[in-house]
């Protein structure tokens, strides 16, 4: 809210948005979507509670506030996990090219976690999930921040929020398989899982999974201007991208789907653990990361081709 208020107010001063570098209190804003999305009152976002429900209405909210449209009908994709009534949280920013706007980067994270159903210690039951995946949840949100201010994109841009992640990748599964029935020209799905706290020795910012799958890596690297995403061999070993909600849109459109962390539990001692709160988190770190992400996304967005593609088997 502070934000909009101030860019209302600057465009009175008859000041372009665009004055106002849309980055310029990520930290802070990073620091406040976390911060609730991980906070006790939501009781760890088990998919069908409650506290999953106040979850994707305050991610709607934000959306509205940004003007990013429902993609659908409404923002809710819903679906059913046996008898648990779900939802997907989907928006979208038209791009603003006549023909590169009908191809779509699809940007996404879960916003599910665990709830209640993890290990009590002294009393805490909760799994708050900050890093998993509030953090991915928030840097989809700073994005969608960055390109409802800036209007950059020539593509079009799709925000998806998935539920039932934690149940077997349920929400990206439903997701994937209606918009590849309603043949969407999908360029690239960029998912984000687990950006709250830096890697140790290492040499990137955050890792890709699937990295020999694809050149997205090298072409977010080469529009980065540098390093920024590497290889990691945890992920490598433990086919990271399998285990995210970037695989079940791979298996339906077999175009670069992949998904950018900067855990591979090396780093992180809270992994479906009551205390993966808030205050564990490294603001200055996600925040860095967007920021240097946004423009890499916004150079996606504008070639005249498709240069992420497939490596050949
Ligand atoms: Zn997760």
Request: negative net charge; hydrophobic residues 35%; glycine residues 6%.
């Amino acid at each position: 809210m502070k934000r909009l208020i101030v860019l209302v107010a600057l465009s009175f001063l008859g000041c372009k948005t665009q004055d106002v570098k849309p980055t310029e209190s990520y930290s802070e804003q990073a620091d406040s979507y976390v911060s609730f999305l991980a906070s006790d009152k939501l009781e760890g976002r088990d998919s069908g509670s409650e506290g999953i429900h106040q979850a994707a209405s305050y991610i709607e909210d934000h959306f509205r506030e940004l003007k990013v449209k429902p993609f659908f009908e409404t923002y809710r994709d819903s679906f059913k996990i046996r008898e648990i009534d779900a939802y997907n949280v989907v928006g979208w920013l038209e791009g603003n090219h006549p023909e590169l706007k009908k191809e779509v980067i699809l940007i996404g994270a879960h916003y599910d976690h665990i709830g209640l159903r993890t290990k009590p210690i002294a009393g805490d039951s909760i799994g708050n999930g900050a890093n998993d995946n509030a953090t991915g949840t928030a840097g989809v949100m700073l994005l969608a921040d960055y390109f409802a201010i800036t209007k950059t994109n020539k593509r079009s841009l799709v925000f998806a929020l998935f539920s039932g992640e934690e149940m077997g990748l349920r929400g990206s599964k439903h997701l994937s398989s209606r918009l590849k029935a309603q043949n969407m020209d999908l360029y690239t799905m960029i998912n984000f899982e687990m950006i709250g706290v830096p890697l140790n020795d290492r040499d990137y910012a955050a890792f890709v999974s699937g990295y020999d799958l694809s050149n997205l890596a090298d072409k977010m690297n080469e529009y980065a201007g540098k390093k920024l995403i590497g290889r990691s061999d945890v992920a490598v070993q433990y086919e990271l991208f399998k285990r995210s909600d970037n695989y079940p849109f791979y298996l339906e459109f077999k175009v670069p789907c992949q998904t950018i962390s900067s855990c591979d539990l090396s780093n992180y001692d809270f992994y479906h653990h009551v205390d993966d709160e808030s205050n564990k988190q490294d603001y200055n770190h996600l925040s860095e990361l967007i920021k240097s992400i946004a423009p890499v996304i916004e150079t996606m967005s504008q070639t005249d081709s498709k240069e992420i593609q497939l490596k050949n088997e």
